[in-house]
């Protein structure tokens, strides 16, 4: 599988287009916000000769989702996500609004997601991994024959994704990054919604928020 990463609008938010050698791709966080990074994205696509056939998302967050409406619209593909994330992309004209993001069309989810699914293109499946904390049905995708993960705003490089917006516990999240992201092994590259790559094992060793728990300063309560 091939993995390229495009971050888009304000919040500079990751959106990744994953492909492999049969040329069909997803496209997942679509966080294309203006017509200039909606251009940007279609000609990384059409470049390289690609077939989108799923859009996904790992959370509902609206930086998260701002291209959505227009990766549908361009290449005529469903719409996956976790349903308890439902109400994000239900309510993301308003929280929009809030951020100064305007919200012309809400996407409509096509495809729920649940843990254990898998999100496939060509002949790549990447499995579905319950990862609630930054937002209620937050998902990582997990390709193990690469050991490669993508994170969403559930881990990011030496830290770890907000949990002070609706839905979200700061319980939930070291849960699932402790019980659910760290036995995937040492080795695994994350690729996160937001900021540049690392790996598990440099999270082990270097995130504040992972090393409090597993020293036992704190308990994710």
Known sequence: MKIARL????????????????????VVDAGNYTPKETEALRGFIEERGLRPVLAVNTHGHVDHMLGVERVKELYGVPFALHPDDGFLIESAAVHGAMYGFRVEAVPT???????GDEVVFGNTRLRVIHTPGHTPGHVCL?????????????????SIGR??????????????????ILPLGEEV?????????????????YNPFITEVMEGDVRPE
């Open 7 to 26: 971050t888009f609008n304000p919040f500079q938010e990751n959106t990744y287009v994953l492909w492999d050698e049969t040329g069909e791709a997803a």
């Open 109 to 115: 989810v096509e495809r729920s997601l649940a843990d």
């Open 142 to 158: 997990y390709l193990p024959q690469e050991k490669v993960l993508l994170t969403g705003d559930t881990l990011f490089r030496e």
């Open 163 to 180: 949990t002070d917006l609706p839905g979200g516990d700061y319980g939930w999240i070291m849960k699932s990054i402790i019980d659910r």
């Open 189 to 205: 590259t994350i690729y996160p919604g937001h900021g540049g790559e690392s790996t598990l094992g440099h999270e082990m060793l």
